[in-house]
C-alpha cells in the first residue's frame, strides 16, 4: 500500500463486496501486480450466500458450473456433494477459495461504503465508510452484486406485530426456531418458494400469503453421483468453453425447435424430456419461448396441467396458476416440492389479491376477510435489484455529478461495465449487461477478465483515466431496451423492470441479447482501442 496523497492513491484498485464477483476482482488484480483492497460490509466472504442462509436457500444452476473456472487446480480439488448446491456448501466453497487464495488478509470486513467521490485533478476515487479511515483508490470496482440492496415492504401497521419478524435475505446465522410454531410468510419468489418447501414440514401452520402466483420449475436436485462428477472433470474445458460462448452462461445446446413448428404429439414429447431435466434447462425446449406469445402459452398450459395434477384442492390450484404473466419473464423460482405443500393439512394459502393486508395486532396478520394468528412472520420480498446497491451509495463523477442524478430516469452505462462521467469506475455484472440472465460465476469472470485487461493497457499507456463517451453509451441502452421490447419480458412487471420498488423508473435492466453475442461485443470493443471509451 503507498502512502496517500493528492496525485498518489492508497491503492490502485478497490473492489466493493466480497462474494463470487468481489474474490475473483481481488485475486486477479492482486496476481497482476495491482495494489488491490477489498471492502465488504458483511463479517465475512460470500456476498449473497453470507446473508441468504434462510432455510432451503439453494442455487438455481448446477453446482459443476455454477463455480469458478479460472484455476484448474481449484476445479479439480473441489467436489460438490449436490447437483444444486445449498447455501451451506456454497458459502464454504467461498470461504475455501478465500484462503486458498490468501485474500482475506486484502479485505476489510464489516464496513459499509457510505461514499465514493472523484477527483479531477487527481484522478483517483476517495472513498468513506460507517467506520474507519477513508480511502483513496486510482479505480473503484464495484461488486456489490445485482440481488443485494433489501426491499423491506412498507405494510400499514407492521409496527404493531409483536411477534418475530425475519427477511430471508437477512437471516439470523445462528438459525431461527420455527418448529411447532405458527409461521406466516409474504412472498412467493424464489426465495419464498425455497423456505416454503423447506419448513413446511417443520412448523405448526404456515400460512402462505400470496400477492402473486409464480411458475415453479422443478429442478429434481440430489446427490450429485461420482461417475457424473469424474465425467465434468474429464470434459471441463469444453464445459466452460460452452458456457462463455452460450445464451445463458451455461454448457448447454441452443434449443433445437420453435414450439409452433412442431405437432402437438412432438411438442409434447420435446417438453415431458426437458421436465424431466429440470431447471434452467426447461426454457431451452423451444427456440420461441420467450418471443412468440402462442409459443410461451404452449409451455404455460404444460406446467398448468401439472399443478392441477399435483395440487388436491382444485381451488388451490387455480390460485397458483399465474395469471399476469408469460413463463419464464418474471424469473421463475425452481423447486422440486413446492406444490406438493399444499396438499398438506397445516398449510393454507391466502390470495392478497383477493383480501388484501389491511392491518396487524401483536400477534395476527389482518386481511380484509379476517384475521390469521402468527408466531413468527417472514418476509420473503426481494430485493431493489441491479441498481439498488448503487444507488444507496452518494457516488458523485466530474464535477460532483451524482449518479442518483443520472440515473433518476432509469439506468444508463455501456456494456454494464461503465459510466460516461465518473471515469474509473468499473461495474462487474452491472445494470444493461446480461447479469441475472447468464450463469453468474461465467458473467462474473468475464466481466472482470476484461476489468484486468482494460486496467493492464492502461498501465502500459502510462494513462490516469478512462471513462465512456455520452453517444456510445445512450446507442448501447436504446439497444438493451429494443432487444427487451422485441421479447415477451415487454408485457411482465417484475424486478426485471424495478416494478416491484414504488417510484423506481420502468426500465428493463438485463440485456437479453444473449451472453455470448455480449461476449464478442466486449471483445471487439477492447480490440478496436476502447471504441466507444475514451482515454487520459
Known amino acids: 500500500m503507498n502512502s496517500s496523497a493528492n496525485d498518489q492513491p492508497q491503492y490502485d484498485v478497490v473492489v466493493i463486496g466480497a462474494g463470487f464477483a468481489g474474490l475473483y476482482a481481488l485475486h486477479r488484480f492482486r496476481e497482476l501486480g495491482f495494489s488491490a483492497a477489498g471492502i465488504e460490509k458483511g463479517g465475512d466472504v460470500g456476498g449473497v450466500w453470507y446473508w441468504n442462509r434462510y432455510p432451503g436457500a439453494r442455487c438455481d444452476c448446477e453446482s459443476y458450473y455454477y463455480s469458478y473456472s479460472f484455476s484448474q487446480e481449484l476445479q479439480r480439488d473441489w467436489r460438490w456433494s449436490l447437483r444444486y448446491s445449498e447455501q451451506p456448501e456454497i458459502l464454504r466453497y467461498l470461504n475455501h477459495v478465500a484462503d486458498r487464495f490468501d485474500l482475506r488478509p486484502h479485505i476489510r470486513f464489516s464496513t459499509t461504503l457510505r461514499a465514493a467521490h472523484f477527483d479531477e485533478t487527481s484522478g483517483t476515487w476517495t472513498l468513506s465508510f460507517d467506520h474507519g479511515p477513508p480511502l483513496t483508490a486510482r479505480y473503484l470496482v464495484s461488486a456489490m452484486g445485482c440481488l443485494s440492496e433489501i426491499k423491506t415492504p412498507d405494510i400499514a401497521g407492521l409496527d404493531d406485530f409483536r411477534g418475530e419478524i425475519l427477511h430471508t435475505a437477512a437471516w439470523p446465522h445462528d438459525g431461527a426456531a420455527l418448529n411447532g410454531k405458527r409461521v406466516g410468510i409474504i412472498g412467493t419468489g424464489a426465495s419464498g418458494v425455497q423456505v416454503i418447501s423447506r419448513i413446511a414440514s417443520q412448523v405448526g401452520e404456515l400460512t402462505v400469503f400470496q400477492r402473486t402466483a409464480n411458475w415453479v420449475i422443478p429442478v429434481w436436485n440430489g446427490p450429485m453421483a461420482e461417475e457424473f462428477q469424474d465425467w465434468v472433470q474429464a470434459h471441463y474445458a469444453a464445459i466452460r468453453q460452452r458456457c462463455f460462448t452460450s445464451t445463458g452462461g451455461v454448457p448447454f445446446p441452443s434449443p433445437e425447435h420453435a414450439a409452433l413448428d412442431l405437432p402437438e404429439a412432438q411438442r409434447t414429447a420435446i417438453l415431458e424430456e426437458f421436465w424431466a431435466k429440470g431447471g434452467i434447462r426447461f426454457f431451452s425446449a423451444f427456440s420461441d419461448i420467450f418471443t412468440r406469445h402462442e409459443a410461451n402459452e404452449v409451455v404455460c398450459a404444460f406446467v398448468r396441467d401439472y399443478i392441477r395434477r399435483t395440487v388436491r384442492n382444485p381451488a388451490v390450484a387455480e390460485m397458483l396458476i399465474p395469471k399476469d404473466h408469460h413463463i419464464g419473464t418474471k424469473r421463475p423460482p425452481m423447486d422440486d416440492d413446492y406444490y406438493k405443500v399444499f396438499n398438506r393439512q397445516n398449510v393454507r394459502l391466502v390470495d392478497l389479491r ?119 453509451q445512450e446507442d448501447w441502452t436504446r439497444h438493451v431496451a429494443d432487444v427487451a421490447e422485441a421479447t415477451l419480458y415487454r408485457d411482465s412487471r417484475s424486478w426485471y423492470f424495478g416494478s416491484n420498488v414504488p417510484g423506481k423508473p420502468r426500465q428493463f435492466g438485463v440485456y437479453v441479447g444473449g451472453f455470448g453475442n455480449y461476449a464478442d461485443k466486449c471483445r471487439q470493443v477492447a480490440a478496436s482501442n476502447y471504441d466507444g471509451f475514451t482515454i487520459d
Open 354 to 472: 383477493a383480501e388484501p393486508i389491511v392491518g396487524f395486532t401483536s400477534d395476527s396478520l389482518i386481511t380484509s376477510s379476517g384475521a390469521y394468528g402468527l408466531d413468527t412472520l417472514i418476509l420473503a420480498t426481494g430485493f431493489d435489484a441491479l441498481t439498488g446497491a448503487l444507488l444507496a451509495v452518494d457516488i458523485c463523477g466530474r464535477g460532483g455529478l451524482s449518479l442518483r442524478e443520472v440515473w433518476a430516469n432509469g439506468a444508463r452505462s455501456l456494456l454494464g461495465l461503465a459510466v460516461a462521467g465518473f471515469p474509473n469506475l468499473f461495474l462487474i455484472t452491472g445494470p444493461l449487461s446480461p447479469s441475472v440472465l447468464a450463469n453468474m460465476p461465467t458473467a462474473i469472470e468475464q466481466h472482470v477478465n476484461w476489468i484486468a485487461d482494460c486496467l493492464q493497457e492502461l498501465r502500459a499507456r502510462g494513462a490516469r483515466m478512462i471513462e465512456p463517451l455520452a453517444g456510445p
